[in-house]
C-alpha cells in the first residue's frame, strides 16, 4: 500500500498502523483485525493463540542472553470507538479510515481515528518484528471488545499467559504512567410506551457542535451532553405548553459523552408551535451562555413543519422518559479532595433511543471504589423502579488497584529520566483499563499502563502526535533491555 505516514522512526511503527487502520474493527467486528494478527505472528514464525472471540496472543522468545529475564506482557486492544461527524460518509463496517497527517498530527477524515488502541497493536508489532531488539521473553496480548466494557479480556483464558509483569499500552498521554485506574459497568434501562395519533404541527430541536469526549478521562471538564439538553429542552416545552413528545434520540456509545442529538415534539397547531419556538430559543441562550467557557461550540437548531401528522408518545409515557433522563446521575458524583480532586465516583448518559414502543437509554457508571460503585447501582435500580423502566447490568469489570512497589515502574521511571532528563508523571485515572482484570487472574502482577499523546478520544477529533509515538517507542525499546537484564 502507499503510505501516508512519511519521515518518522521507525517507519515500520506508522506503517503497521496505516495498515490495521484499513481494517475495519470497531466493537464487535474484530476477526478481520484478529486473522491479520495471526497471520503476521505465522509469516514471522511466532507462536500464536486465537481464541473463540478473537483476542490473540503472540509469543516471542527472548533475545540472545536474556532467557533467564522475567518474561513480559504487553497488551492493548484491538477495537475502536467508531464515531463520526453526522455529515460524513462513512461505513465503519466495510471501509478503512480516511487518514490525514498534518502539522505532525494524525488525525482520521471527519471519524475517529481508532488510535485508542491501534497505537498498541503497531507498538507491539514493531517490536515483535525487530530481531535486533534485546527484551525478555514477550508475551504480547491482544483484546477484543474493550470499548464494550472489556469483554476480550474478561473472556481471555489468562492461564495462557506466564507473565507477571504487565506494560499496558492503553494510555493517552505521553510522559504519564497510569498505575491504577476505576471499575465500571453498563446500565440499560428500557421503557415500554404507547403512542397516539396527533395532528398540527411539529418543532424539532437538533444540538450538534459539542466536543464530546471519553466517559472518563474527559468527565470532570464539564463537557454540554446532547441527550441531557434536550431533555431540559423538551422537559421546559412539556411545562409550559404540553406538547406532545415524538422522539428522543442521540448517541452511538455508553463511555463516549453525547454531542449530537434530536427531539421531535408536536403542537396542536401552528401558533403553538410558535410559542414553543420561542420558548425552547429563549433556554438555548442560557444554555449556550452556560457552555461558553467549556463547550463553545454548542448550537441547537429549532425548526417547524405545519400542518402534519404524527405518532406521539402518551402523556405519562413522555413524562416518565423525560423525568427519568432530568434526574439519572451524568457527570462527576464524587471527588477525592486528598488527591488533588480526582475524580472517584461518576456517571455518563451516552445513548438515549425512541423506538415505536420503547425507549432505552445507556448509563455508564464508574467508581474506584467497589462500595460506591454498588451504591451508584442502587440508586439506577430505585429511578428505574419510581420511573417504569426495566434495568439490567452488563460489562462489568473491576478497578486497579494502586501497588506501592512496582518493579516496572521502577524501570519506567529510570529510563523515562535518563532519556529525556524529567520525572515521568505517576497518576490514577478515572478511565477503565484491561489491567483490573489480569490483575485478578493473574495473582503478585507488577503492572503499568503508559502510551504516547493522543487527544479527543472518541471523537471524530481525535488525533495521535506523531513525533510523540516516536519517543513512545524509544521508551518502550529501552525498558525491554532493561528488563532483559
Known amino acids: 500500500m502507499e503510505y501516508k505516514i512519511t519521515g518518522y522512526q521507525p517507519e515500520k511503527l506508522f506503517h503497521y498502523f496505516e495498515e490495521i487502520s484499513a481494517i475495519p474493527r470497531g466493537s464487535g467486528n474484530e476477526k478481520g483485525i484478529s486473522d491479520y494478527l495471526v497471520a503476521f505472528a505465522k509469516d514471522h514464525s511466532l507462536d500464536v493463540y486465537q481464541d473463540e472471540v478473537y483476542n490473540v496472543i503472540i509469543k516471542k522468545p527472548a533475545s540472545a542472553g536474556a532467557e533467564a529475564a522475567a518474561p513480559v506482557m504487553m497488551q492493548g486492544h484491538i477495537d475502536m470507538v467508531c464515531d463520526k461527524l453526522a455529515s460524513v460518509e462513512h461505513d465503519f463496517e466495510k471501509d478503512g479510515l480516511d487518514l490525514i497527517v498534518k502539522d505532525g498530527v494524525l488525525t482520521a477524515n471527519g471519524t475517529t481515528l481508532g488510535a485508542d488502541n491501534g497505537i498498541a497493536v503497531a507498538l507491539m508489532m514493531t517490536v ?37 509483569i ?23 434501562l428500557t421503557r415500554s410506551i404507547t403512542r397516539e395519533h396527533v395532528q398540527g404541527s411539529t418543532v424539532t430541536l437538533g444540538v450538534s457542535g459539542l466536543m464530546g469526549g471519553h466517559s472518563g478521562s474527559d468527565i470532570h471538564l464539564e463537557r454540554g451532553n446532547g441527550d441531557l439538553i434536550l431533555a431540559r429542552i423538551v422537559e421546559k416545552l412539556m411545562r409550559t405548553g404540553e406538547p406532545h413528545l415524538v422522539s428522543l434520540s442521540g448517541g452511538t456509545k455508553d463511555n463516549a459523552i453525547n454531542r449530537e442529538a434530536t427531539a421531535v415534539v408536536a403542537c396542536a397547531d401552528a401558533e403553538r408551535a410558535q410559542q414553543a419556538v420561542e420558548v425552547a430559543n429563549a433556554l438555548i441562550a442560557d444554555i449556550k ?38 434526574i439519572a446521575p451524568n457527570g462527576v458524583m464524587r471527588r477525592n479532595v486528598a488527591a488533588d480532586g480526582a475524580v472517584e465516583v461518576s456517571s455518563n448518559i451516552g445513548v438515549v433511543i425512541t423506538e415505536e414502543a420503547q425507549v432505552t437509554f445507556l448509563l455508564s457508571p464508574r467508581s474506584s471504589i467497589a462500595s460506591l460503585q454498588e451504591d451508584v447501582k442502587d440508586r439506577i435500580q430505585t429511578l428505574a423502579d419510581a420511573f417504569g423502566f426495566d434495568v439490567r447490568f452488563e460489562n462489568e469489570y473491576p478497578g486497579w488497584s494502586y501497588t506501592p512497589h512496582s518493579h516496572v515502574r521502577d524501570v519506567f521511571q529510570e529510563a523515562y529520566r535518563e532519556l ?37 478520544v472518541h471523537t471524530p477529533d481525535e488525533s495521535m502526535e506523531l513525533a510523540s509515538s516516536e519517543r513512545f517507542y524509544e521508551l518502550l525499546v529501552d525498558v525491554l533491555a532493561r528488563l532483559a537484564k
Do not use: Q, W
Not at 498505575?179 to 459497568?185: E, I, K, L, N, R
Not at 452556560?290 to 413524562?319: K, N, Y
Not at 490514577?428 to 502482577?445: K, T, V
Open 128 to 164: 515483535l518484528d525487530d530481531d535486533t531488539l534485546v527484551h525478555p521473553a514477550l508475551e504480547c496480548v491482544f483484546t477484543t471488545d474493550e470499548e464494550t466494557g472489556l469483554v476480550g479480556a474478561e473472556t481471555l483464558d489468562k492461564s495462557k499467559i506466564d507473565a507477571r
Open 289 to 326: 451562555a452556560e457552555l461558553e467557557v467549556f463547550d463553545p461550540g454548542f448550537t441547537c437548531t429549532v425548526t417547524v413543519a405545519d400542518g402534519v401528522e404524527a405518532d406521539a408518545m402518551s402523556d405519562a409515557d413522555a413524562r416518565a422518559f423525560i423525568g427519568a433522563l432530568r
Open 166 to 188: 504487565m506494560i499496558n499500552l492503553d494510555s493517552e498521554e505521553e510522559g504519564v504512567a497510569t498505575v491504577s485506574c476505576a471499575g465500571g459497568v453498563v446500565a440499560t
Open 420 to 456: 529525556f532528563g524529567t520525572e515521568l508523571k505517576i497518576e490514577s485515572i478515572h478511565a477503565g483499563l484491561e489491567c483490573g482484570l489480569f490483575a485478578e487472574a493473574l495473582p503478585g502482577l507488577d503492572a503499568i499502563a503508559v502510551g504516547p499523546t493522543l487527544s479527543d
